[in-house]
């Protein structure tokens, strides 16, 4: 049996079994299934590139275990966080990428991925100040004094 799956463009993929049912949600989807058909899995919130690189990720997973990542990160360098081939995979992507890369993860509740996408994020954040986290996200409002003095009062137990 070969499982396809569906992009949000329609691309069809065919995937093993194994490869399959590393995404918790196409284990719910398929496990009343009882077919010797080929099975196609409609993946509509998944954008096809995104689906491409989470297959090409499961196959080779498919021969090298996956390996929790411990928390809280020690360090800023994916190569120190996780093996060799996850780090290169996942410096790899553009910032656009990697957004849909968590949103794909997420949604096919692939935890795994989805962990490793949030480390490469919390990475890029490790040790920088607020202003750098702004830049690097992209994020360009800023609070007038009032907000910001509002929200420190607010949270100062938190803050201090």
Request: with cysteine; net charge negative.
């Amino acid at each position: 049996m070969v499982y396809i799956f569906i992009g949000a463009d329609q691309r069809r993929f065919e995937v093993l079994k194994a490869t399959a049912m590393m995404s918790k949600l196409v284990c719910a989807m398929v496990e009343d299934e009882d077919t010797e058909n080929d099975l196609e899995i409609p993946l509509p919130n998944v954008k096809s590139d995104t689906l491409e690189r989470i297959i090409r990720f499961c196959v080779h997973h498919e021969t090298y275990p996956m390996k929790e990542i411990k928390k809280p990160l020690k360090s800023s360098v994916m190569k120190e966080i996780v093996p060799e081939w996850d780090a290169e995979f996942i410096d790899s992507l553009s910032q656009p990428d990697l957004y849909d890369l968590i949103l794909a993860a997420n949604y096919m509740d692939f935890a795994y991925l989805l962990d490793l996408a949030c480390a490469k994020v919390a990475s890029t954040l490790k040790g920088k100040t607020s202003a750098e986290i702004r830049a690097n996200m992209g994020i360009t409002e800023e609070f007038t004094p009032e907000e910001e003095a509002r929200i420190k009062e607010k949270y100062k137990t938190i803050l201090t």
